[in-house]
């Protein structure tokens, strides 16, 4: 029986250089496509980037995206450990971060704003502490005088209760992180896949991917990319709206990285709307 294992704060790493390796699938056999993002700095790749952060004094990466001009969302566990209900400390968001590179600044926090069951403990979770119904947070990142980071870089929507997953419960899925194993951290990192909802697993989205710990809080993203202009004779399908965030980077196998599949908590009014709604209550400006 393989072993669940939530995705690591990882420490930070120097760059590895190379490409990074793209199997088509592992033993999960759920396929999927990974790729170095060569141009991060553009839209919308450039509405995701990297998070730094202390823990015990020790410095500690994972990945997020912004939601709103102000506001970032992430993994819980990237800002906390399960049922400590505590705060990890001194974030930094780095978007569209390129082997040391900061496009377009670095970024504080202001203040940070997870579930508080995942605080407390008492989430309901298939695994506990892994495979969480909420591994979400959200963080307000401090201005830079009167502007914020999605003034620089834009921000993405995000979009709660199956938004853009058919009846089966699946989605085409796009994931953005800087996972360690891959570029070192170094780099952003793209995967495609298509995600499936277990129920088994707390009604997580899984998905074939090759990214590791220091993704963890990365977006996934549903009809990722510029936008097209269709005719009459091609229109959109169902759920058309471009570059929504459904759910982040949580966690994934502890098997010497041969199952190549994740999972991320379902988005949902509980989860991801009720701490944005608090964030902009927090800080009004950061919203507008």
Same mark, same amino acid.
């Given at each position: 029986?393989?072993? +669940?294992?939530?995705?690591?704060?990882?420490?930070?790493?120097?760059?590895?250089? @190379?490409?990074?390796?793209?199997?088509?699938?592992?033993? !999960?056999?759920? $396929?999927?496509?990974?790729?170095?993002?060569?141009?991060?700095?553009?839209?919308?790749?450039? =509405?995701?980037?990297?998070?730094?952060?202390?823990?015990?004094?020790?410095?500690?990466?994972?990945?997020?995206?912004?939601?709103?001009?102000? $506001? +970032?969302?992430?993994?819980?566990?990237?800002?906390?450990?399960?049922?400590?209900? =505590? *705060?990890? !400390?001194?974030?930094?968001?780095?978007?569209?971060?390129?082997?040391?590179?900061?496009? *377009?600044?670095?970024?504080?926090?202001?203040?940070?704003?997870?579930?508080?069951?995942?605080? %407390?403990?008492?989430?309901?979770?298939? /695994?506990? @502490?892994?495979?969480?119904?909420?591994?979400?947070?959200?963080?307000?990142?401090?201005?830079?005088?009167?502007?914020?980071?999605?003034?620089?870089?834009?921000? *993405?929507?995000?979009?709660?209760?199956?938004?853009?997953?058919?009846?089966?419960?699946?989605?085409?899925?796009?994931?953005? @992180?800087?996972?360690? !194993?891959?570029?070192?951290?170094?780099?952003?990192?793209?995967?495609?896949?298509?995600?499936?909802?277990?129920?088994?697993?707390?009604?997580?989205?899984?998905?074939?991917?090759?990214?590791?710990? @220091?993704?963890?809080?990365?977006?996934?993203? /549903?009809?990722?990319?510029?936008? /097209?202009?269709?005719?009459?004779?091609?229109? *959109?399908?169902?759920?058309?709206?471009?570059?929504?965030?459904?759910?982040?980077?949580?966690?994934?196998?502890?098997?010497?990285?041969?199952?190549?599949?994740?999972?991320? !908590?379902?988005?949902?009014?509980?989860?991801?709307?009720?701490? /944005?709604?608090?964030?902009?209550?927090?800080? %009004?400006?950061?919203?507008?």
């Amino acid at each position: 029986m393989r072993s +669940l294992v939530k995705l690591p704060k990882s420490k930070v790493k120097a760059a590895a250089d @190379g490409a990074p390796p793209a199997p088509e699938f592992g033993t !999960s056999g759920m $396929v999927y496509n990974t790729a170095y993002e060569p141009n991060p700095e553009r839209d919308p790749s450039r =509405r995701a980037g990297k998070l730094f952060f202390k823990d015990n004094g020790d410095q500690f990466v994972c990945s997020a995206s912004m939601v709103r001009r102000g $506001v +970032l969302v992430t993994a819980a566990h990237c800002v906390s450990q399960f049922g400590e209900n =505590r *705060f990890f !400390s001194n974030f930094k968001y780095v978007p569209a971060y390129s082997d040391g590179a900061a496009p *377009f600044g670095e970024w504080d926090w202001h203040t940070v704003i997870a579930p508080t069951k995942y605080l %407390k403990g008492t989430d309901r979770c298939a /695994v506990r @502490g892994i495979v969480c119904e909420s591994d979400v947070a959200v963080i307000i990142l401090a201005p830079q005088g009167s502007r914020y980071a999605g003034d620089a870089t834009g921000y *993405f929507g995000f979009a709660v209760g199956g938004f853009s997953y058919n009846n089966a419960g699946q989605a085409q899925i796009t994931q953005l @992180g800087y996972p360690v !194993s891959l570029n070192g951290g170094e780099e952003m990192i793209r995967t495609d896949a298509q995600g499936v909802i277990d129920q088994s697993l707390a009604n997580n989205t899984v998905m074939g991917s090759g990214q590791t710990g @220091g993704s963890s809080g990365g977006p996934w993203l /549903v009809n990722f990319g510029l936008g /097209v202009t269709p005719d009459n004779t091609n229109p *959109f399908g169902r759920d058309p709206q471009r570059n929504r965030v459904v759910g982040v980077t949580s966690w994934g196998y502890n098997d010497n990285g041969q199952m190549k599949q994740q999972g991320a !908590s379902f988005f949902t009014k509980k989860n991801i709307t009720t701490l /944005v709604k608090d964030a902009c209550k927090k800080v %009004k400006a950061a919203c507008k």
